[in-house]
């Protein structure tokens, strides 16, 4: 059996997390390969950094490509072999013609929601504009999608599978850049990436929009640190890199925005 209350000592997603537990545990017991459903960003940055510290089994994090955020793991025991192939994905493309009557992500995953589909069932949504989009769900709801999901807004939709390989990825926009800050303030950092004024950025940390490390922070005086991933609703996600002090004691920071 694994360290259970220790594993969930601290955590904030403890119910999520339980959840995966029980299934190592399934793992364990049967030497099977054990596949969750799809996992948020901030539960899978928990389990990876609980089960991190275990011997006794292996986790497998796949979203059916690299910069997806949710993800589905595979569970095995540490002495079977566990491939990407093994975490069963499917794709689904959703065509339509949206020239006018545009469709957001919010009304994609609606419409699909309103099938009967549960959240946990669904990946990543990639909106393609006027043409629909591509969503990443597991293979067994593909079947009932393709019959279920006719409509998106007003717009008449086909639903039909697509091999991972046709996915229309949109690589992220990459932006280098040097800071010079007189702390490592969240706010102080977060404004100079994405280039909005501090104060501005303090009001998107109070209401929640800013993530590090995909864990919500609410306080501007909350302190990064290299390495960390900063992620700002409607704006991007900023990576912390090489951090130096100055001869002025002040802090020379290397950032990288995605946008």
């Not at 969930?8 to 959840?19: I, M, P, T, Y």
């Not at 597991?138 to 390989?165: A, G, H, I, K, Y």
């Not at 005086?221 to 002040?250: C, F, M, P, W, Y």
């Amino acid at each position: 059996m694994l360290p259970r209350e220790e594993l969930l000592k601290g955590v904030e997603n403890r119910e999520d997390v339980a959840r995966v537990i029980d299934q190592a545990e399934q793992a364990i017991k049967t030497w099977e390969v054990v596949l969750t459903d799809f996992l948020s960003p901030p539960v899978l940055v928990e389990i990876q950094q609980r089960f991190g510290r275990l011997t006794e089994v292996q986790i497998l994090a796949w979203g059916g490509y690299l910069q997806a955020e949710r993800k589905r793991l595979a569970i095995a025991r540490a002495e079977l072999p566990l491939e990407q192939s093994q975490v069963e994905i499917a794709a689904l493309d959703i065509a339509g013609n949206f020239l006018f009557d545009t469709a957001t992500h919010r009304d994609f995953l609606g419409a699909m929601l309103g099938t009967g589909l549960v959240r946990e069932k669904t990946g990543d949504v990639i909106v393609l504009g006027e043409r629909g989009a591509q969503a990443i769900v597991v293979p067994e709801m593909v079947e009932f999608l393709e019959t279920s999901l006719t409509q998106v807004r007003s717009v008449p939709v086909t639903t039909r599978r697509l091999d991972l390989s046709e996915l229309k990825i949109r690589e992220p926009k990459k932006k280098e850049m040097t800071t010079v800050e007189a702390s490592m303030r969240l706010d102080a950092i977060a404004s100079a990436g994405f280039g909005t004024s501090r104060s501005k950025m303090a009001e998107m940390i109070n209401a929640g929009d800013v993530r590090v490390n995909w864990k919500e922070i609410s306080q501007a005086s909350h302190s990064v640190q290299s390495g960390d991933l900063i992620a700002v609703r409607g704006k991007g996600r900023l990576e912390i890199g090489e951090v130096n002090v100055t001869k002025k004691e002040r802090y020379r920071i290397q950032l990288t925005k995605f946008s």
